[in-house]
């Protein structure tokens, strides 16, 4: 069974930066993807940066695009995202997640192209 666990959350005033790990671990896992979402209450998941490891590219969403890093190592099963210039819009829980599926229709933009989730780390950026 693969579990994946996200640290590195936590409280920072807005224009600061933070950092946050995601490791898996058990089963039989090759990623395909691994990415980073984020969630605040009374809304859906939203997408927020992925790491196809096959062609070694990246890609945000535009809200974040700029202001976060994903990177990673698929031998490691490791997945950061850096995050700078944070603002209060940014704070809600974010989860990692990684996929063995490798598909040529998938954009590893939206929750059900992945398998395994992580159960989440709180960012919180004060004004």
């Known amino acids: 069974q693969v579990q994946l666990v996200e640290s590195g959350g936590g409280l920072v005033q807005a224009g600061g930066s933070l950092r946050l790990s995601c490791a898996a671990s058990g089963g039989t896992f090759s990623a395909a993807a691994m990415g980073w979402f984020r969630q605040v209450p009374g809304k859906e998941r939203e997408f927020v940066a992925t790491i196809r490891w096959s062609r070694g590219s990246t890609y945000y969403a535009n809200s974040v695009k700029g202001r976060f890093t994903i990177s990673g190592d698929n031998a490691k099963k490791t997945v950061y995202l850096q995050m700078n210039s944070l603002k209060p819009e940014d704070t809600a829980v974010y989860y990692c997640?990684?996929?063995?599926?490798?598909?040529?229709?998938?954009?590893?933009?939206?929750?059900?192209?992945?398998?395994?989730w992580g159960r989440g780390t709180q960012v919180t950026v004060s004004s």
């Open positions: 997640s990684a996929t063995n599926a490798y598909s040529s229709s998938y954009s590893y933009t939206r929750p059900h192209e992945y398998t395994y």
